[in-house]
Structure formats: C-alpha cells, structure tokens
C-alpha cells in the first residue's frame, strides 16, 4: 500500500505530498556547490545546467539584502551559470517584486526557469496561463513551512546579543548540512548552527497569518519540488556534507533531472515517497479548529498537537510585535512552549491515541526503518554512506 504507482495520484503518499512520478535523494557532484547550499545543492545545480544546456534563456533566483538587521529578498535574472552559485542557500525573508520579473522575463527571453516557495509557484502558474506561456518556465519548488517577515532577523540578532547596526551580511544556510547561518559584522565572523539560530524564534512566530493558514507545503504545482532529507537517518548525509529530496512531479522535470544525472552534475537515488512526508506537512494538512480553517487541502483531523500549535503561534505572533516583549518571548519559547507541546504530543500518542497521533507515529516508524529496505540502488549506496 505504501509503494507508489508511478505518476498515480492516489497513491498513499500523494494524499500528504501531492501528485508525483518519482521521489530521490540526490545531491551536487561538484562539492563546493554542495557544501555551499541549504542541502545538496540541487536547485543551484539544475539552473546551472538549464543555463550552461541552453535549456533556458535565463533564470530567476532571490537575492538577500540586509539593512541593519532587516532582511528581504529581491528577484534577479541570471544568465549567466558562472554567477548561479552566487544565489545559493535558501532566503528566509519576504521576496518582493515577483510578477512584474516574471513578466519582464517573459517578454525578453523564449524560456526561463525559477526557484520559488509554494505561493510564489501558484502565482508564476497564473501569470503563465493568462499569457499562454504554459511551457515556457521551468519550475523549482522548495518545501515551505513559513516565511518570516523582515524584522525575523533583528530578533534573533537580538537573541544572540549581536548589534543589528554591525550586520554587513547574512548567509541563513550553508556550509555543510543541516548547516551553519554566518554573520558578518564590522569585526568578526560569526558561525551559528543553522537549528539554533531558527529554534531562537526566528522560524516559529515572525511571519503572517497568510503563512500560517496555509496548506500548501510540499510545492505541488512545481515541475521539480526540494526539501531537507529530515526524514531521513542525518549522519550519513552530515558526512556527505548534504542531500536532498526530489519530488518529481512533470514528465518535464523528469527529464531535466535524467539528463543532469546523465551529464555528471547530480547523483541521484530512488526512494520510497513515504521519506517525503514531513511532520510540518502533517501540521499543514490538519483542520484549523479556532480559525474555522475547512479547505479540502486539509485531510487530516485536529489533534492535541495541531490545536496546541494553533494556540502558541497565536500567542508567540502577538509578542513579537513590539520589541518590549521580545524578551518575554524568549521565555515563552524556551520554557513555556516545549511543556505544552510535550503535553499535546503525550495525549495523542500515547494516553488518548488519537488519529492523527496513530497516523503520526505509523509513518515515523516506517521512515525509521531507516533506507535500507526501500532504496532502490541507483547507482550506490555508498555513494550516500548508506
């Protein structure tokens, strides 16, 4: 039941990740790439060889820019691929500008690709359809919890008793995997653990309803979708110093990811589709219960766990709209929210057993059987250290 047909989209995972055709674990040959990026390096990768195989014209990516500790993201075409490694690592920030880029790509280049969370690739979807230019982007999904918002950043630079008004640049991830968030201020460097510096607050409270609300995780309408291999055992992907999960969704995006495989920018192996399923796609997928929240998207029931995370994010958002009440919120984070959801997480899995606990822990165990019984050798597990 859990083995996906192929491009069948009601296969047992697809009801978590969407439609799909096939699922990898892959990573950049070229290790500077790899070591670089928020995983493996394949989103940087594949724009590399769209651009260097003519395959696109040009490519759209995000730029990060840093004003005294406030963060957010341009859009910059690139066509040239010695500059694509510039762009990579993941922008946690808001990204302004999107449809007027995608418009102006579209009218001075025939083909172009992009990077883009799951809002952005519903808007770029649109904008394609309305100009008949369906065909004409190529589409790089990434797996998306949230966004934070601009002051995200001055708050874990507070955090971290780092002065914003120091900050010449941010890089939120890279350097191995799951990575290292450097700063640069006026007189030092500085490397912090990637999941000390989200798990600061910076990744749970500073971004929008909007973001909250939404369901749409795993990126579905992408022609390729990219996500952390969290689900995954992580030392063997430590030591290879990243990879990641392929989502393919388009006969299209199969294709491009065959043919970079084949020109020796990516390894790649199969693996079952169970390993895409995230526990932030069950807390997307779950019915809201103070919010009324009743999307068909939602295919899962509220539990202690989701009505818990529904109340600290509401309470977490509000204290994080004055800077008086960060250092409350600091509290609150450290101490307050992991005994509730302790608690929540102890009633559905254990004493009151409720479904989406039951549904919760049977996909954990099967993910915890580690890639042994359901990697497909292509071409070898060593190369994953597995």
């Known amino acids: 039941m859990l083995q996906s047909v192929k491009g069948e989209q009601k296969s047992f995972p697809s009801y978590f990740i969407g439609p799909f055709i096939e699922t990898f674990l892959a990573y950049a040959t070229d290790t500077r790439t790899r070591v670089n990026s928020a ?28 004003r005294k500790g406030v963060t957010y993201g341009v859009w910059t075409i690139v066509t040239d691929p010695s500059d694509v490694s510039k762009y990579a690592g993941s922008v946690y920030a808001p990204t302004f500008g999107l449809a007027k880029m995608i418009e102006y790509a579209l009218k001075k280049f025939r083909r172009i690709a992009v990077t883009a969370i799951p809002c952005h690739t519903k808007v770029i979807r649109r904008l394609l359809e309305l100009r008949n230019r369906g ?32 900050i010449e640049w941010i890089k939120f991830r890279g350097y191995g995997w799951p990575g290292y968030t450097v700063i640069k201020t006026k007189n030092k460097i500085v490397h912090i653990p990637f999941l000390v510096f989200w798990d600061s607050g910076f990744g749970h409270y500073f971004y929008s309803l909007g973001c909250y609300s939404c369901t749409e995780h795993t990126n579905i309408f992408a022609d390729i979708s990219l ?33 970079a495989m084949r020109a020796g920018y990516i390894k790649a192996i199969k693996i079952d589709p169970i390993y895409a399923i995230q526990y932030a796609t069950f807390l997307k997928l779950s019915k809201r219960v103070f919010k009324r929240y009743r999307k068909s998207t939602c295919t899962l029931p509220p539990s202690f766990t989701t009505i818990a995370h529904e109340i600290l994010y509401g309470v977490g958002h509000f204290l994080t709209r004055r800077k008086s009440l960060w250092n409350f919120l600091k509290v609150y984070h450290k101490v307050i929210v992991p005994r509730i959801l302790a608690l929540s997480s102890l009633l559905d899995h254990r004493l009151v057993k409720t479904r989406w606990g039951k549904m919760h822990k049977n996909i954990a165990y099967i993910q915890r059987l580690k890639a042994l019984k359901y990697l497909t050798i292509t071409p070898s597990r060593e190369d994953f250290g597995l």
């Open 39 to 66: 995983s493996g390096g394949v989103a940087t990768t594949l724009l590399r060889y769209l651009l260097e195989f003519n395959h696109v014209d040009a490519i759209l990516v995000p730029r990060l820019v840093v």
């Open 135 to 166: 065909k004409d982007a190529f589409i790089i999904g990434l797996y998306c919890n949230n966004t934070p918002n601009m002051l995200a950043t001055r708050y874990a630079l507070n955090y971290l008793s780092i002065r914003a008004r120091d």
């Open 227 to 259: 996500a952390d291999p969290w689900t995954l055992p992580r030392e063997p992907i430590k030591k290879l110093g990243g990879a990641t999960i392929v989502v393919v969704r388009s006969r299209r995006g199969l294709e491009v990811l065959e043919d």
